[in-house]
Structure formats: C-alpha cells, structure tokens
C-alpha cells in the first residue's frame, strides 16, 4: 500500500527557512512526478510544485514561485521542499503527492497524497 508521509513542518519566525520531506513507501518511487500543495485555514488547497521522475522538469505554482526549492532523492523515495524568506501569510498544511504520469505539468490527478504537515509562521 503506497503511503507518503510529511515531515519538517513546525513554527518557524516571518524571514526564516523551513524544509519538509515526503517520504515515499509502496510504490515505485522513481517513476512517479512528486507535488507539494498548500492548504491555509478557511482555504482551497493550492499547488505549489512539482518535480518530474527524473528531476529534470520543475513546473512552479505562481504562489511561491522564487521562494522555494523542490528536490529529490530517488535513492532515498524522498522529495524535498525548500521554502525561504517565509512570510505568516504561507501558514498552512503542506502536502505532497504523487503521480504516476512522471510529467511536471499542471492539471496532474496525483495518486496518492500525504497526510500533510503543519507550517506555521509567526510575525
């Protein structure tokens, strides 16, 4: 059963970095497109990004765009965000995602999703 847990979320002051992990189990890792989406309190969830299978293909969200770093480590069925210069308006439930088309494009269906982890930005 393919299973993606979040991790490295937690309080963090308006200026500072923060980086989540998504461990990845139960699928083949390496061949899925990885994504992370947002949800802030009261809400819709919003993509952020998505990185393709290979790493090769990043297709950014217009949210953060320029404020983050999306990575992975197939050896390791991990992927990686990176965010800078956070501001209390990015609080919210990070998720990651997975889909099975291996593409980094908008519009993907992701298979499986994470649990998510809490980031919370204190001003």
């Known amino acids: 059963q393919a299973q993606l847990v979040e991790s490295g979320g937690g309080l963090v002051q308006a200026g500072g970095s923060v980086r989540l992990s998504c461990a990845a189990s139960?699928?083949?890792?390496?061949?899925?497109?990885m994504g992370w989406f947002r949800q802030a309190p009261g809400k819709e969830r919003e993509f952020v990004v998505v990185?393709?299978?290979?790493?090769?293909?990043?297709y950014y969200g217009d949210s953060m765009r320029g404020r983050i770093t999306i990575s992975r480590d197939n050896a390791n069925n991990t992927v990686y965000l990176q965010i800078y210069s956070l501001k209390p308006e990015d609080t919210a439930v990070y998720y990651c995602?997975?889909?099975?088309?291996?593409?980094?494009?908008?519009?993907?269906?992701?298979?499986?999703w994470g649990q998510g982890t809490q980031v919370t930005v204190s001003s």
């Open positions: 139960g699928l083949p890792f390496s061949r899925y497109a």
């Open positions: 995602a997975a889909d099975r088309s291996g593409r980094a494009a908008p519009g993907l269906s992701y298979n499986y």
């Open positions: 990185i393709s299978w290979s790493g090769g293909t990043i």
